[in-house]
């Protein structure tokens, strides 16, 4: 074999072409979907070549690229961002190491905070491109992000890196039913989106021209035993509703303890039949449903128990849930609603894990067989009364499936994985999801690592995310591999070669699992899509919440996710009704679509208010096949026999005449002066006798004429408004109903005043009603509810006659008119002795007067509680006590704080009316405090500073005492030491 080209290399950072020759050492390494591409070049940096400051510096944040390939051939393999350069010295070598990434390090920069809803997975990554990353992602006007079949319902992230959406988008997103998707920054920096394994290179590795070639089995992600866990909403019944449906219902019977059980066949909420349990003269009604042997619900599986009642007001609302096992022992919980005739839900806890919640449990209860379920509601004392009983059932487990792989269980051994997954909602999701894994996890993953350095390209670099045909004789494997990553090395020591190390792997495609839902229709294709993140939707089953008996013997799922009815036979979408976001749909999957009504007549909401089809759009339907006839504007177009009826042609241009010449000849507008002789005919005027109807040549109006001919009146729509004129006379509106209505409740205005399109006078004969309250009465008299509420604490006042009434502040410049208010001599209305002013718990502050008179009716006394007790005093200290004395003999007058201020806030307001910072002169007499000496707190103060007094000298007296005691003593003391001094004199001598 002939020695490989020499490899062929063209560097560019920024403005700075190394040559070949200065490249020491390069590594390229190639990523996809889990990681970016990287770079690291070594170049010869003699005498300071490439260095800080010098004419060819490298300098990080420059922008290059990289060509690499065996000569002739050099391709781009890498558009760079440089990010780090070091120096490497010694005293005989200078050396520059340039490293960094692909521009697909720009997916690392930003974060993102932002919702999508109801996007398709390349719509929001072409989003996170254009608005947070800055790659482009066409090439010679082609898109490079591919379509997917996934929408996601709503995606909110907040500060969420870009590179780490784009994973969940490629891991999630699925493209004809297979999940998965790559993507990658190309050679010439465009961002790429694409299914994985549809990126072919052309390039065979055949074993025979590589060095190293290692290919292995791996079984550690090899799971043959799957077990899938959907939402926790799985019930028994699995309808919920047939238990109260019958009396006998397929798992047992209902039976009334106390009462008269039957069946209201109509009572239940959705129109259905429900139980009905009526009591007479008694003190509650109670009954039970009795399950048969082998139908006992487990509520171990089943941990919630719910049901709805509805109840006369005859009931006190409290009751019971009572159940009964198969051995005979019970667990009872009290229960409430309100008895007012309406259905109320109720749900609770049950099983092992909820019994702590129930109020009695007989020890050793087997919540895993029920044989009784006993509600019970009470009266108040004895009574009669009926209530009912819907929608009883057991739920709460989790949708689940097993699925297994027995061939992968003899080979590799049991290996199992479990999954749970809150948008799987029914048995079936379950099981199509676990076959999906299965499917993809039971078999073990291929691994080639290879590395050559014979492998030539040509023009076209082997890249990650590639799907390269590898043909390895001795391991007999002759397959499609997907590149996982490609390394181009340059060594030191080899600078002549070119090693290509490619890691390759082969593994099942992920299957979607999801049954698809309605989501989209493109112009020309129509198709079917999932819907990622959140739950889905509730699933109805027979006569679930639907008014009157229902029709429907197979599955009704509620879209969550979009206002979208999903009707499936047998797990497979027949029908789609509601809307997707962008318009309103009714699909057909299975079968013709019918339309039927029974009165024969299929409508518009309103006349002309939709189309069948859209020429723009390029929705049209195919032939129209009908019995009858067309009308189109009024107007019999084609009559039942198919012919075009002569008031269906079109008019002409003007002067034209319609022409037909010989048997069966097509007829056409020719000009009655042209090459065409007309036939002989007269000109019969369209005018109904001497007035008429003229329909504008411009705009859709019809103008109006008498015999003047004048125009009297117009109608229709002149480009920017609907009109209805009249020009002469007046414009008269007429309703049989004698009402004439907006579109909706405050929908329209009449008039105008922001482009001064007002009416003028409005003349009614009865009132005025608005916003619910009559403004005018029928005798046109302004109605006190109609008036502005005023500012608080102000009064409305009217002054002299005629005068418009106006707020005012009672106490603000404005007098009120006199009036007789009888505030001059207040009585009590019961005559003497009769009335309060206040009381002991609501009492006024302050009552001001000249004097006080009070008819005294006995004397005072305290309360018999109290009057074994002393009375505490209101000065208890000397210091109180000279305080009361000093501030009641010897105060001055003071000027009271008047709180009412103008209107600015500012300043006060005199008495007199006038606002300043200070009250006029001559009237401060009238804002002064006229204070009056308490001789009651004088009193007592004087009492207790005589008894401190008092009590002083007492204290003084004996100490004065003692000190004469002491006084005495210490004279004594004196002098018999003077006594015994003279002794010792004398006998000194």
Partial sequence: MSEPAAPSITLVFGSVTPPQADVIEMLVHLGCSKEVSSYEVTLQNWDSKYSPGEADEIAVGLDGTISLGRTPNCPLLLTLRVENVRYQSTPQENYVVISGRCWGERLFRRTVSATYTAMKGEEVVKDLMDSYAGLSHTRAAVELVENTDTTYSELEYEDSPVWDILKYIAESADDGGVIGFDFRVAPDGKFEFFPKNTKTNATVIVENIDDVAEYEKDIARVRNYIKVYGLADKSYPTDKVSWTRSLTPADGAWVASTGVVSLDGAGAPDGGACIKLAAAANYAGVVDINFTAGHEPNMNLYPIIALQLKAQDTYSGTGSILLQDTTGKYASKTISIS???????????????????????DAGFDWTSILKIRISLAFPGVGTGDYWVHSLYVGGRRFSAIEQDAASQAAYGLREYVETDEELWSDDECDRRANSLLDELKDPTEHIHLVSTLLDYGTDPILAGDKVHVHLPNENVDADFRVESAEYRISKDSPTELEIVLELGRQPPKLADFMYGLRCHSPNVERLSRTKIGKRGIPLQTGRMIQGASHFTSNVEIEKTAPVLNLIISGALKLALGH????????????????????????????????????????????????????VAGVNTVATDGRVSLAGINRGTAGYVLEAQGAAADVMWVEPDGRYTPAAHTHDTLIRSSNYVEMDATYPVLNFYDNVPALVGAVGHDGSNMFLVAYDGSLVLYAATGKILPNSDGGQDLGDTSIS???????????????????????????????????????LEAQGAGADPMYVDPAGRYAP??????????????????????NTTTYWNVIGTNSMWYKAVGTFACERSLSDKLVDRKIQSRDLAEEILTHETTKSWRHMPYDLKDKTGKNILCTCGKSAAEPCPEHRKEWEDRHIVNTGAQLEAAALLVLELSADVRRLSAENAGLQEEIRQIRQDIKMIAAGKLAEMSAAA
């Avoid at 309406?342 to 806890?349: D, K, N, P, Q, R």
């Avoid at 403004?775 to 608080?792: I, P």
Wanted: charged share 15%.
């Fill in 339 to 361: 008895p007012d005739t309406a259905w109320h839900t109720l749900e609770t806890g049950c099983g092992s894990a909820y019994a702590p919640q129930w109020e009695q449990v």
């Fill in 757 to 795: 399109k007002r009416f003028g006078a409005l003349h009614l004969k009865n009132g005025i009603t608005v916003a619910g309250i009559a403004t005018v009465d029928n005798n046109g008299r302004l109605q006190l509810a109609g008036m502005t509420r005023g500012t608080s604490g102000y009064v």
């Fill in 817 to 838: 008119a006199l009036h007789p208010s009888g505030h001059a001599n207040l009585y009590p209305s019961g005559g003497a002795d009769s009335g309060q002013v206040g």
């Fill in 580 to 631: 997707d976001g962008t318009n309103g749909i009714l699909s057909c999957y299975d079968g013709n679509l019918v339309l039927y009504s029974d009165g024969g007549l299929i409508v518009p909401e309103a006349d002309g208010g939709a189309n069948l089809g859209d020429t723009t759009l390029s929705r049209r339907f195919g032939s129209l096949h009908l019995k009858d006839d067309i009308w």
